[in-house]
């Protein structure tokens, strides 16, 4: 088991780049020291400068007529108890004159990976962060253009994210009391700034953490396996919301709303792979959505999938 060499490499302290899919079935641990042997780019920065580049972009999202039949369902299934919020993504079609070379050196963002020449990522979202015995996860659920009239205000009042933010830290939580002890909210609902291509996007996060033992290092593998598929992009009871998604989204996610990381040694450090773009046989995919619950308006979710379309 992949999980399981995780823990042996731990065990020796052996720095490794760490890549699962959605569902933590597709897994690929590379050493650090090898990663030169594959197509294969990644950085993690805490700061960056902003790089303005010219490039052509067209989008082609999915009808409001057929997004609303897939929302109608999940309302259904919300409804009936068997979810009480699932973030439903969709694939949108796009045309640009980047290549996922230039995408991810000219990208500004937290986490960027380019895999091959198949998919590129640049994210801003934490999945978890473990250094000195302690494991951080920084759930993102809440988005608004920063345009709009007092755009921080609007989206920390609105009850419908106030409860799906709520949901999110709940699950993250329990997640992390599977592998550690004394897990607490540090710091509830606070809003960042991402440069989202010509506009910026302010998001929610919470900050969550929890104490593990000195012998986390040789539990990493352990550790991952039972803590995936990330919750703040599945949705929860995590277990019936991953069976919905599979029947609802009717596409394969892929790696996409996976998680990448970097083991050094001494600590590790992921983010959820979202901001996704993926070169199929048809051309470019990018790939987003949202967290749906009971109080959602379809509109605005169908205007946040597309906001978050967008090359860095």
Not at 82 to 98: A, G, M, R, V
Not at 219 to 236: R, V
Not at 293 to 308: A, F, G, V
Request: hydrophobic residues 35%; glycine residues 6%; aromatic residues 10%.
């Amino acid at each position: 088991m992949i999980f399981n060499d995780i823990n042996s490499l731990g065990k020796k302290r052996e720095p490794f780049l760490f890549l699962s899919d959605f569902k933590a079935q597709n897994i690929e641990v590379i050493l650090l020291n090898e990663l030169e042997n594959h197509d294969i780019e990644f950085k993690i920065q805490n700061n960056y400068k902003k790089i303005v580049h010219p490039y052509s972009f067209k989008t082609t999202p999915i009808s409001f007529s057929k997004y609303k039949k897939k929302f109608d369902s999940i309302i259904k299934k919300i409804e009936s108890g068997d979810t009480y919020l699932l973030n439903l993504t969709q694939p949108t079609k796009i045309e640009t004159s980047l290549s996922l070379k230039e995408i991810f050196k000219s990208a500004n963002a937290h986490y960027k990976l380019r895999y091959k020449d198949k998919f590129v990522c640049f994210s801003p979202e934490i999945f978890v962060k473990i250094k000195d015995n302690m494991i951080h996860t920084y759930p993102m659920k809440g988005t608004i253009d920063s345009k709009i009239s007092n755009a921080k205000e609007k989206i920390l009042e609105d009850s419908k994210e106030m409860a799906e933010h709520i949901m999110v830290v709940d699950l993250l939580r329990n997640d992390l009391s599977i592998v550690a002890k004394k897990v607490r909210v540090e710091k509830f609902r606070y809003t960042q700034t991402i440069d989202a291509g010509d506009k910026e996007l302010i998001q929610v996060s919470s900050h969550i953490s929890g104490e593990l033992s000195d012998s986390w290092h040789e539990n990493l593998g352990t550790i991952l396996k039972s803590i995936l598929p990330a919750g703040s992009i599945s949705g929860t009871p995590k277990k019936s919301t991953l069976e919905i998604i599979d029947d609802v989204e009717n596409y394969d996610r892929g790696f996409f709303t996976g998680v990448f990381g970097v083991y050094d040694g001494k600590s590790f450090d992921s983010g959820v792979m979202i901001r996704f773009i993926e070169k199929t046989k048809d051309g470019f995919i990018y790939k987003s959505g949202g967290g749906i619950t009971l109080d959602s308006d379809i509109e605005s979710e169908y205007n946040e999938l597309q906001e978050k379309i967008y090359l860095p």
